[in-house]
């Protein structure tokens, strides 16, 4: 069974860091892209970070670019986000997810498997 697993979330100050990681069966992780999305209350599921099988390309959204890392480790079946100088606004639930085919997206609707997500709080 495909399955993902996030931890790591948790409660944070602004300029804090934290680091999610998902633990991924090795159907999932073997899948083209991985990704970590974000949704806040009353907000779109809301793009984060992306990255191809070999990790050679990565990609953010903007509103992460510069302060968030994500990485994998196939060995592993991991795939984790960096998540350094937070904000009060990157609050909400973090979701691992997996895409079948090779193309990056930044669309929620194109990847096929969710993990059930991870909270991050970031005080002010």
């Known amino acids: 069974q495909v399955q993902l697993v996030e931890s790591g979330g948790g409660l944070v100050q602004a300029g804090g860091s934290l680091r999610l990681s998902c633990a991924a069966t090795e159907l999932a992780i073997s899948s083209n892209v991985m990704a970590w999305f974000r949704q806040a209350p009353g907000k779109e599921r809301e793009f984060v970070a992306a990255?191809?099988?070999?990790?050679?390309?990565?990609s953010y959204g903007d509103s992460v670019k510069g302060r968030f890392t994500i990485s994998r480790d196939n060995s592993k079946n991991t795939v984790s986000l960096q998540l350094n100088s937070l904000k009060p606004e990157d609050t909400a639930v973090y979701y691992c997810?997996?895409?079948?085919?090779?193309?990056?997206?930044?669309?929620?609707?194109?990847?096929?498997?969710w993990g059930q997500g991870t909270q991050v709080t970031v005080s002010s």
């Open positions: 997810a997996a895409k079948a085919s090779s193309s990056p997206s930044s669309s929620y609707t194109r990847y096929d498997y």
């Open positions: 990255i191809t099988w070999n990790g050679d390309r990565t």
